[in-house]
């Protein structure tokens, strides 16, 4: 059987083929809603994910050759296309997905004192309103999106509005009235985090400035070259018309963020830097992105896929969900849900994870009921910009796979981790996190440590599909039913009725077992444990079942 399953992995990888994993899905989740409290998001660096289209791959100079892990490597838009059409993100479960920021990077390099870098990671904007050719064109962008819709996924688009790339010999720089090269942030108050630069030669936007700006004379020249002036300066008039906004460096930055919604028809920005920004700005983007979002839908009805808000995701490194709602800045607190934020990513979670599962679990569950009910949270284990995640070594993968996928809450994989892609690549500080997704490795069924990278991905694929299916994981309520064995139930009712309620066991004994299941189902009724694919009637209140695995994922068929 594990050989059988290793063979339609290097197909799924290699091929994109049709076939599909053998998870059950039954009638009683196909018509379940989508809700963001149950988000699988898929987080990718887009130049290190799928080299969907070679002619667009960057060519460095020879006297400016990028130290490891730290140039461009071929990773696009048609990349990530292609992997959505293959199934890839659908035989994981995943709902959403959210890749590094696509907008121009400075065409230029720099060398921090690591090595040559370049903007091969997408925080280093040039142009807010354009793509980078590296990345990929419009209309790849608008097939990567429609290709997500049509498959049921969700799209969050990375946005940058604290600093512009950094001065490099190839790239204009930005007016004093715009940016500001220092000091270096320090971290000790409000004004030390946010009116100051993150890194040296990173200037910083002036967001707290209330001094309407002319536009840099660089950008007027480019989009002169590019015939394209007038209709810009035309988009910005009604744009600052419209809003009554003054047009200062944040406003600008502001009107271009929100363009990509309706050129795009994204569904959601995942926001850079929060806590470098005043939340006054970020409350303008919440009000004008959902403005946007509703006239696309309103003039895209064909192609709207649910009926959720626009959503934003912040990163405020590092927001511990065990604080509260508050980000304590030293002299102030700020809540970032106020007006702005729908979730903030979680990174408690990875020091969490070392906590046994009920811990983790019932923690979660306590605190989206309490002190973030109506906000969300969005749980990782590891990211491009963290140098201490969980399992580093990725010696405990299908440990990560489960408290993660488990967990109560919305969930980020970031790419690689439902693969055990290493996160200790030989390169410099975070690029040491950003290797190329691991495809090689599955293709040859690579062994690492005490297991092949195949058997993590179908591990990943049988919790994420279950987690996708039934909106009790992520949004509803956690009960221990058992603590030895772990058994635990989650129990989901909508708003417009919708009921779902699961059973789950963890570090159960293999093989022949009988399990009580009348906290989820009636005597008749079916029972599938969704993990091992075996379905029994249940008698008494219980179900016997003989699987070789040590979980058990049960959900109720409807007839």
């Given at each position: 059987?594990?050989?059988?399953?290793?063979?339609?992995?290097?197909?799924?990888?290699?091929?994109?083929?049709?076939?599909?994993?053998?998870?059950?899905?039954?009638?009683?989740?196909?018509?379940?809603?989508?809700?963001?409290?149950?988000?699988?998001?898929?987080?990718?660096?887009?130049?290190?994910?799928?080299?969907?289209?070679?002619?667009?791959?960057?060519?460095?100079?020879?006297?400016?050759?990028?130290?490891?892990?730290?140039?461009?490597?071929g990773g696009d838009v048609k990349g990530i296309t292609q992997k959505i059409k293959s199934g890839y993100f659908s035989d994981l479960g995943v709902n959403a997905i959210s890749m590094t920021p696509?907008?121009?990077?400075?065409?230029?390099?720099?060398?921090?004192?690591?090595?040559?870098?370049?903007?091969?990671?997408?925080?280093?904007?040039?142009?807010?309103?354009?793509?980078?050719?590296?990345?990929?064109?419009?209309?790849?962008?608008?097939?990567?999106?429609?290709?997500?819709?049509?498959?049921?996924?969700?799209?969050?688009?990375?946005?940058?509005?604290?600093?512009?790339?950094?001065?490099?010999?190839?790239?204009?720089?930005?007016?004093?009235?715009?940016?500001?090269?220092?000091?270096?942030?320090?971290?000790?108050?409000?004004?030390?985090?946010?009116?100051?630069?993150?890194?040296?030669?990173?200037?910083?936007?002036?967001?707290?400035?209330?001094?309407?700006?002319?536009?840099?004379?660089?950008?007027?020249?480019?989009?002169?070259?590019?015939?394209?002036?007038?209709?810009?300066?035309?988009?910005?008039?009604?744009?600052?018309?419209?809003?009554?906004?003054?047009?200062?460096?944040?406003?600008?930055?502001?009107?271009?963020?929100?363009?990509?919604?309706?050129?795009?028809?994204?569904?959601?920005?995942?926001?850079?830097?929060?806590?470098?920004?005043?939340?006054?700005?970020?409350?303008?983007?919440?009000?004008?992105?959902?403005?946007?979002?509703?006239?696309?839908?309103?003039?895209?009805?064909?192609?709207?896929?649910?009926?959720?808000?626009?959503?934003?995701?912040?990163?405020?490194?590092?927001?511990?969900?065990?604080?509260?709602?508050?980000?304590?800045?030293?002299?102030?607190?700020?809540?970032?849900?106020?007006?702005?934020?729908?979730?903030?990513?979680?990174?408690?979670?990875?020091?969490?994870?070392?906590?046994?599962?009920?811990?983790?679990?019932?923690?979660?569950?306590?605190?989206?009921?309490?002190?973030?009910?109506?906000?969300?949270?969005?749980?990782?284990?590891?990211?491009?910009?963290?140098?201490?995640?969980?399992?580093?070594?990725?010696?405990?993968?299908?440990?990560?796979?489960?408290?993660?996928?488990?967990?109560?809450?919305?969930?980020?994989?970031?790419?690689?981790?439902?693969?055990?892609?290493?996160?200790?690549?030989?390169?410099?500080?975070?690029?040491?996190?950003?290797?190329?997704?691991?495809?090689?490795?599955?293709?040859?069924?690579?062994?690492?440590?005490?297991?092949?990278?195949?058997?993590?991905?179908?591990?990943?694929?049988?919790l994420g599909n279950f987690r996708n299916n039934h909106p009790s994981i992520g949004a509803g309520t956690h009960k221990m039913i058992s603590e030895k064995p772990y058994m635990f139930t989650r129990?989901?009712?909508?708003?417009?009725?919708?009921?779902?309620?699961?059973?789950?066991?963890?570090?159960?004994?293999?093989?022949?077992?009988?399990?009580?299941?009348?906290?989820?189902?009636?005597?008749?009724?079916?029972?599938?444990?969704?993990?091992?694919?075996?379905?029994?009637?249940?008698?008494?209140?219980?179900?016997?079942?003989?699987?070789?695995?040590?979980?058990?994922?049960?959900?109720?068929?409807?007839?």
């Amino acid at each position: 059987m594990k050989f059988i399953m290793h063979l339609f992995i290097c197909c799924l990888v290699v091929s994109g083929c049709k076939s599909k994993p053998s998870v059950v899905t039954p009638d009683s989740t196909s018509e379940m809603p989508f809700s963001w409290d149950n988000a699988t998001i898929y987080f990718m660096m887009t130049d290190r994910f799928n080299n969907g289209d070679k002619s667009n791959d960057y060519t460095h100079s020879v006297d400016y050759a990028p130290a490891a892990l730290s140039g461009f490597m071929g990773g696009d838009v048609k990349g990530i296309t292609q992997k959505i059409k293959s199934g890839y993100f659908s035989d994981l479960g995943v709902n959403a997905i959210s890749m590094t920021p696509l907008v121009e990077q400075v065409s230029g390099s720099v060398d921090g004192g690591m090595g040559v870098s370049y903007g091969y990671h997408g925080y280093w904007a040039r142009d807010w309103t354009a793509l980078d050719s590296r990345f990929g064109t419009e209309s790849e962008v608008r097939a990567m999106v429609d290709a997500a819709h049509e498959h049921n996924i969700r799209v969050l688009f990375d946005v940058v509005a604290n600093h512009t790339g950094p001065v490099t010999s190839s790239d204009s720089k930005w007016p004093e009235e715009w940016v500001r090269t220092g000091p270096r942030c320090t971290y000790t108050s409000a004004e030390t985090t946010i009116n100051c630069t993150l890194l040296d030669n990173l200037p910083d936007l002036k967001t707290e400035s209330q001094q309407e700006v002319d536009l840099p004379p660089f950008l007027v020249e480019k989009w002169k070259s590019e015939s394209r002036y007038d209709q810009e300066v035309k988009e910005l008039d009604d744009w600052f018309e419209m809003t009554g906004y003054k047009r200062t460096p944040s406003n600008y930055v502001l009107k271009w963020i929100v363009d990509l919604i309706g050129d795009y028809g994204i569904d959601g920005y995942r926001v850079d830097a929060v806590k470098h920004i005043e939340n006054d700005v970020w409350q303008r983007l919440w009000k004008q992105g959902q403005k946007a979002h509703k006239m696309w839908k309103t003039d895209h009805r064909e192609a709207v896929i649910d009926d959720n808000d626009f959503y934003m995701l912040g990163e405020v490194n590092y927001f511990s969900a065990s604080g509260g709602r508050t980000y304590d800045y030293g002299d102030e607190q700020v809540d970032f849900f106020d007006g702005a934020f729908t979730s903030m990513i979680n990174f408690d979670f990875k020091g969490d994870a070392n906590k046994s599962y009920e811990k983790i679990f019932s923690k979660y569950d306590k605190l989206l009921s309490t002190e973030f009910k109506g906000k969300g949270l969005v749980h990782c284990i590891s990211c491009h910009d963290d140098g201490a995640p969980y399992d580093l070594n990725r010696e405990q993968p299908f440990e990560s796979g489960t408290k993660l996928l488990l967990a109560p809450g919305g969930v980020q994989i970031y790419y690689g981790d439902e693969s055990a892609r290493s996160l200790t690549a030989d390169a410099n500080g975070d690029a040491s996190l950003r290797s190329f997704m691991n495809w090689d490795e599955l293709r040859v069924m690579a062994q690492k440590n005490n297991y092949t990278v195949n058997d993590v991905l179908i591990h990943w694929q049988k919790l994420g599909n279950f987690r996708n299916n039934h909106p009790s994981i992520g949004a509803g309520t956690h009960k221990m039913i058992s603590e030895k064995p772990y058994m635990f139930t989650r129990t989901w009712q909508s708003e417009q009725g919708h009921r779902d309620k699961v059973l789950v066991g963890l570090d159960m004994p293999k093989g022949l077992m009988t399990i009580d299941v009348s906290s989820i189902a009636r005597d008749g009724e079916t029972v599938t444990d969704t993990y091992s694919g075996i379905s029994q009637t249940v008698s008494e209140g219980k179900v016997s079942i003989d699987s070789a695995h040590d979980i058990v994922l049960f959900e109720v068929v409807k007839m």
